[in-house]
C-alpha cells in the first residue's frame, strides 16, 4: 500500500514570497491533515479535512495560510505572504474515517525555510 | 485543555540495555494515546497506541508502552535497544470524548533517542 506523498520535499523561498505544498493521502482515507513543525517543536495541527469539508482549521493563520482539497481526495496547502516564522516542516497526514481511534499516517514532510 | 510532556529531550542507552521514554499526559476526557518515531528528513512512522484494555500495548519494532491511569503515563519501552532505534520520540494525546471527528491530536516536544554500540 502507498502511503501519503507530498512535493515537494525541501522549499527555500524569500520572506513575502508565496508557496504552495501538495499532498496525496493513502488511498481511499477520508481525513487529511496539515500539521507544522517547527524545530525542536511536536507537530501542531494546522486545518483537518473530512473529505472535501474543513472539520478544524481553528489553528491556521488564515491571513496568509489557505488550503483546499476540492475532490475529497489530494490538498494542497498555500501560505501567502511567507514570513521568517514560517520556516518549519509541514507536514501533510491521513487517516481512514477520522474517529478519534484511528491512527494517523504521515507523509514525508515539505521543509521550508523562509529567507 | 490537553497536553502531552517528554520530560527529557534526550536519552541514551547502550545496545542491548533495555530503555524507556517517559511520557505524561493532561486530557478532560478519556485518553487515546500515540507513539510515533521520526527519523531524519522522514515524516511520522506509527509505533503504537492505546485505546481502551489491557494497560500493556504492544507496537512496532519490539516496543511496546505501559498506560497508567493514576500516574497519567504512557512510557515507551524496548527490553533490549539497537542502534538504528536512534531516533526522535514523539508522544502524543486526543481526546476520546470529543467525538468522531473532533479532538485533535496534541504532541510533545519529542525525545531524541540515541544508542551507541
Known amino acids: 500500500e502507498a502511503g501519503v506523498a507530498q512535493s515537494p520535499r525541501y522549499k527555500i523561498i524569500e520572506k513575502r514570497q508565496s508557496v504552495a505544498f501538495w499532498c496525496n493521502p493513502i488511498?481511499?482515507?477520508?481525513?487529511l491533515y496539515w500539521y507544522q513543525q517547527i524545530l525542536g517543536q511536536g507537530p501542531k495541527l494546522l486545518i483537518q479535512?473530512?473529505?472535501?469539508?474543513?472539520?478544524?482549521d481553528s489553528q491556521l493563520p488564515k491571513d496568509r495560510f489557505s488550503a483546499e482539497r476540492l475532490k475529497g481526495v489530494d490538498s494542497t496547502l498555500k501560505i501567502q505572504p511567507a514570513k521568517l516564522e514560517d520556516s518549519a516542516v509541514y507536514l501533510c497526514?491521513?487517516?481512514?474515517?477520522?474517529?478519534?481511534?484511528?491512527?494517523?499516517?504521515f507523509g514525508p514532510g515539505t521543509r521550508l525555510t523562509v529567507l | 485543555a490537553q497536553s502531552v510532556a517528554q520530560p527529557e529531550d534526550q536519552v541514551n542507552v547502550a545496545e542491548g540495555n533495555p530503555l524507556t521514554v517517559k511520557c505524561t499526559y493532561s486530557v478532560s476526557g478519556n485518553p487515546y494515546l500515540f507513539w510515533y518515531v521520526q527519523y531524519p528528513n522522514r515524516g511520522l512512522q506509527f509505533l503504537l497506541k492505546?485505546?481502551?484494555?489491557?494497560?500493556l500495548v504492544k507496537g512496532s519494532y519490539g516496543f511496546e508502552a505501559e498506560f497508567n491511569k493514576s500516574q497519567t503515563s504512557f512510557h515507551l519501552k524496548k527490553p533490549s535497544a539497537l542502534v538504528s532505534d536512534s531516533a526522535l520520540y514523539f508522544c502524543a494525546v486526543r481526546d476520546g470524548d470529543r467525538g468522531s471527528t473532533l479532538g485533535r491530536l496534541y504532541f510533545g516536544r519529542g525525545t531524541q533517542l540515541t544508542v551507541w554500540p
Open positions: 479535512f473530512q473529505n472535501n469539508g474543513v472539520v478544524d
Open positions: 497526514a491521513s487517516s481512514f474515517t477520522g474517529r478519534s481511534t484511528d491512527t494517523q499516517y
Open positions: 488511498s481511499g482515507h477520508a481525513t
Open positions: 492505546y485505546i481502551t484494555g489491557d494497560n
